[in-house]
Every structure is written in C-alpha cells, then in structure tokens.
C-alpha cells in the first residue's frame, strides 16, 4: 500500500488574477476533484494528504469530503513558498511507517488507476519511478531570441506525475536539499543528486498539467472527446 501527496497550492498567476487553476470546472468537477477521484478509486493508496494554499486548508478539506466524497483524504495542509516546500510539508504529514510515497500535481486531472497503480510497482522494485513521454519534437537551444543550437533529442523524455518512491528516500532528498539550499522542479531530480536510478515508465501525452487559460481550454476538449472526462480517462 501506498500513500500520496497531491500538490493544490500553486498561485495560479498564469491563470489570471484571483483565479484558482485547482477548483476551475472541468467536464462538471474542479480539476483536483478529477485527480482525487482517481485516488479513491486506486486501492493501490490507503489514502493522501493534499497540500492547498494557506488559510484554504478548512475550504479544500470540506469541499473534498462533503463535495466530492472524498473518504482517503487524511489532512490538507498548508504549502510553502515553492513546489519543494509544499512537497515536503506534505510528506511531514503522512505518517512515519509510510513505505512508498506517491508524489502528484493536482493540476494535472487526466491520469489514470492504472497509471498511479503502474508507478507504484515500478517504485516498489527500483526505489523511484516517474512517468514520462518521449521528446517528437525537434528541440532548439536559444540564445535571446535566436537559435543557439540544435539539441540531440534521442534519450529525451518530459516527466509527468504522478512520481512514486520509497519515502524514507524521499525524505532523505529532501533534507539533504533543504540543507544545500538545492532546489528542482521535480521530486525525481533530488533523487538523481543522491545517485538513485529513477525507473521511466511510459506516461500518457494526455496527462497534461493545466498551467494557463489555453491549457484549459485543451483539457476541456480532452474530456470532451469520446471517453474522456468522467475520471480522468484519455479519450479512447
């Protein structure tokens, strides 16, 4: 068994003024209301802590049991100042005995059981697993506005969540980041200083994350497709 952290506390600001991304309808439901169902309905987690902007620990909390029947959520605990702040608080959350940690932005409504069930085994035998997809694109480096150099894009992958560890490593990472003064922009990274390998299972190019109004309006056409929407399924 495993137990989460989701990750609600995230100022928006691309979003626009005083709009937050995490309770925008989606296909009827707040977009970390599509993210929290699929974690009920995994039996893979016991149950998850979501980390919300401070002073919103009350509202999320009612919300998500009363409004959305949410029966695993433990705690929403205020975040920090930075995505590794906010994890770290969450992880401060869950409980001692917690052997695997699932790690996962609430902006991003599209995952599935069998991807967080998927994350979890490859976690369970490597000690870390992320999902990612590989890089189609050609990849430019630019300097300015121009183009700098032209980036080999074999062995590429753009990680997702939801990120799976063992959760004394995890806390280990963290500590040892909070001391350097190192930070990421994923748990992965931290992991990869300490020299653990971090298993790559394949992840869905529909598991995107909502960051600004046009990412919005593509989710909406995601969970509008033919078998997308109800729990964050990807259009068949």
């Not at 209301?33 to 902007?53: G, K, P, Q």
């Not at 917690?98 to 967080?116: K, S």
């Not at 992840?203 to 309006?217: A, H, M, R, Y």
């Amino acid at each position: 068994m495993a137990r989460a952290v989701v990750l609600a506390a995230g100022r928006s600001r691309r979003m626009g003024e005083g709009v937050n991304k995490q309770l925008v309808l989606l296909a009827g439901r707040p977009v970390l209301a599509h993210s929290l169902a699929v974690l009920e309905e995994c039996t893979a987690v016991e149950e998850y802590v979501v980390v919300v902007a401070p002073g919103e620990e009350e509202k999320i909390s009612r919300l998500a049991r009363a409004g959305w029947g949410c029966r695993k959520l433990a705690a929403a605990v205020p975040g920090g100042e930075t995505r590794q702040e906010s994890v770290c608080r969450g992880l401060a959350a869950l409980p001692p005995d917690t052997r695997i940690v699932v790690v996962h932005d609430g902006a991003r409504p599209f995952i599935t059981v069998e991807l967080v069930n998927r994350v979890i085994s490859a976690a369970a035998l490597w000690g870390a697993a992320i999902p990612a997809v590989p890089v189609k694109e050609t990849v430019k480096k630019a300097a300015g506005s121009f183009v700098a150099a032209t980036v080999d894009r074999e062995g590429l992958w753009l990680a997702q969540t939801p990120q799976a560890f063992f959760y004394s490593l995890l806390r280990e990472a963290h500590l040892r980041a909070g001391k350097n003064g190192a930070a990421a922009t994923d748990d992965a990274a931290l992991l990869e200083v300490l020299g653990t390998r971090v298993r790559i299972v394949e992840g869905s190019v529909f598991n995107i994350k909502i960051t600004t109004p046009e990412d919005l309006d593509l989710a909406r056409a995601i969970a509008a497709a033919p078998g997308g929407g109800a729990a964050g399924d990807p259009p068949q």
